[in-house]
């Protein structure tokens, strides 16, 4: 295994990791020849190519390799072994924007003001250079060591030439609560316009702490994006909610652009005078009872097109790396005996997996709660220390016959869990591929 110290092509000093996942790691690294801190990801090959993921890394190492802007996270440069693809990436010390929203409720008008003109400033030349993002969301805008905003994770971005003869793109991708109408009614969207949407609901989040499109269930998200169904908070200037209510317009053809953004009052001259709250305020058209989608909770789901029973989440290609957008640093303050999600990957159909995973839960006297859209919802028959066992396991869609499973925690005791998952491990060897974490699968 890569240690700390260690040399890396007699380029880079490695440092301590800082994610991993199926298909790779993160390490924080340092530059023996000009004393740069970055972040490597590591990628091993024969995975990868198992996967199917070559043509979707290749895809985004050109884009990134095309955009390069302050205020869009770099790509210094990829090297490779024989069993391994490195990406020397620009460390970003500040973490994801996301966290910011998620700690502290909300931001102030001045703060979201400089966010946004950054955002706005790398989405407009991303669109210049005919590359188009498709996730645009907090989780994938990370802050530098100064707090300056950039942009990451180009895994679902699209390029000029991928439009169709109709001039639109027809891929179906993205975060359902960032994604724009158009691209959940599949009738071809433009790339920019759908961009600009994206931003539009980062803007809100921003300064409510909260999402605009909030529902108990994804239907109904989607019913709301789609008509345009919002209210933006009270203690909004006005001219912010003029501005949001022009970006989040669900007619493509009518929604400002990002000329027309850099040209209203607000973004020009900022919340001059804006009284700012802090603290989080509860949503003012958020659904009573707390929904699946409502606040602003961390959302790796994918939209993949119409809802089945067996609907299972995307995931694009850097995600895997570390399994979560951004830079995982769970390592470094998560003792592993304390974590409560285990996962492992399969090569085994989504409806094979609920299968089994129902077949075990029999075995081993556990009540199935609910499974909709790849998440089976299970719990222990009595009640422990600390209340009933309670856990989810989700499947997550690589490729077609790959899959990715992650089975986490959401109540009682995290001891007997941990003795539960000791039961359940053996018992789904059948349609395990390997268990990620385990010894075996980190050696080198």
Excluded at 220 to 228: A, C, H, T, V
Aim: proline share 3%; glycine share 8%.
């Amino acid at each position: 295994m890569e240690s700390r110290g260690k040399i890396l092509m007699e380029r880079y000093e490695l440092g301590r990791l800082l994610g991993q996942g199926t298909f790779g790691k993160v390490h924080y690294a340092r530059s023996l020849e000009s004393n740069q801190s970055v972040a490597i990801k590591m990628l091993e090959k024969e995975k990868m190519l198992s996967a199917g993921l070559s043509e979707q890394i290749r895809r985004e190492v050109t884009t990134m390799r095309l955009v390069a802007h302050k205020n869009v996270v770099q790509l210094h440069e990829v090297m490779a072994t024989r069993n391994k693809i490195y990406f020397v990436m620009e460390y970003m010390k500040g973490g994801e924007l996301f966290d910011k929203v998620e700690k502290g409720g909300k931001l102030t008008e001045v703060a979201a003001h400089k966010y946004f003109h950054q955002l706005i400033a790398a989405v407009d030349y991303c669109h210049s250079r005919g590359v188009y993002h498709r996730d645009l969301k907090p989780e994938n805008l990370l802050l530098d060591d100064n707090e300056n905003l950039k942009v990451s994770d180009f895994g679902l971005s699209a390029l000029s030439e991928s439009k169709r003869l109709d001039g639109l793109l027809h891929t179906t991708c993205g975060t359902p609560a960032y994604v724009a109408p158009e691209v959940i009614g599949k009738r071809g969207y433009d790339g920019a316009k759908s961009d600009i949407w994206s931003c539009g609901v980062i803007l809100f989040v921003l300064v409510a702490g909260y999402l605009p499109f909030e529902a108990p269930n994804l239907m109904d998200m989607y019913r709301k994006i789609e008509q345009g169904q919002f209210k933006c908070p009270s203690w909004l200037s006005q001219k912010l909610q003029k501005l949001l209510y022009k970006i989040l317009d669900p007619n493509p053809s009518t929604r400002a652009s990002i000329q027309k953004i850099k040209e209203s009052s607000w973004f020009r001259k900022g919340p001059v005078g804006t009284l700012t709250v802090k603290g989080r305020t509860p949503s003012e058209n958020a659904t009573a009872s707390a929904a699946p989608t409502a606040g602003v909770r961390r959302s790796r789901k994918k939209a993949d097109g119409d809802a089945t029973p067996l609907a299972v989440t995307n995931l694009n290609a850097f995600e895997i790396i570390s399994f979560s957008t951004g830079f995982d640093l769970s390592g470094l303050f998560i003792e592993e005996e304390c974590r409560k999600e285990a996962r492992f990957t399969s090569d085994k159909p989504a409806a094979a997996i609920i299968s089994k995973l129902e077949c075990v839960a029999k075995a081993l006297s556990l009540r199935v709660r609910k499974k909709d859209n790849g998440v089976v919802k299970m719990q222990a028959r009595k009640e422990g220390g600390n209340g009933v066992v309670q856990f989810n396991a989700e499947i997550f869609e690589i490729t077609a016959s790959y899959h990715l499973i992650e089975m986490k925690q959401t109540s009682g005791d995290p001891l007997e869990y941990r003795g539960l998952l000791e039961d359940i491990r053996p018992a789904l060897k059948d349609i395990v591929r390997s268990w990620h974490g385990d010894d075996k699968q980190q050696q080198e």
